[in-house]
């Protein structure tokens, strides 16, 4: 069992960078992949990056990709998502998210076991 929860959004203008973390409480937190997802308003949620158990492996949806960096502390038991040169289309709720094991790809909504409640990120044009 792991108990997700993220922090760091909020209000931040076109262009600017915000930095998302999700702290994990339970056990084994490197054991776990993990993955940022968003949802924006009437829309379904989608994968925005993943990192595998140790760090070494990381995938990222091509819309974010050389924007966003993911990373995650293990002796923390915390993941984060860098997000820089925001643009008002990266508005949503941004949801971290793990799974057991190691991945081999980007993770998809189906793949993940457990959710934190979201963070809502609103980039302002």
């Known amino acids: 069992q792991v108990h997700l929860v993220e922090s760091g959004g909020g209000l931040v203008q076109d262009g600017g960078s915000l930095r998302l973390s999700c702290a994990a409480s339970?056990?084994?937190?490197?054991?776990?992949?993990m993955g940022w997802f968003r949802q924006a308003p009437g829309k379904e949620r989608e994968s925005v990056a993943t990192?595998?158990?140790?760090?070494?492996?990381?995938y990222y949806a091509d819309s974010v990709k050389g924007r966003f960096t993911i990373s995650r502390d293990n002796a923390k038991n915390t993941v984060y998502l860098q997000m820089n040169s925001l643009k008002p289309e990266d508005t949503a709720v941004y949801y971290c998210?793990?799974?057991?094991?190691?991945?081999?790809?980007?993770?998809?909504?189906?793949?993940?076991?457990?959710w934190g409640k979201g963070t809502l990120v609103t980039v302002s044009s």
């Open positions: 998210a793990a799974r057991p094991g190691s991945i081999s790809t980007m993770t998809s909504t189906r793949d993940m076991d457990y």
């Open positions: 339970g056990r084994a937190f490197s054991s776990y992949s």
């Open positions: 990192i595998s158990w140790t760090g070494a492996r990381t």
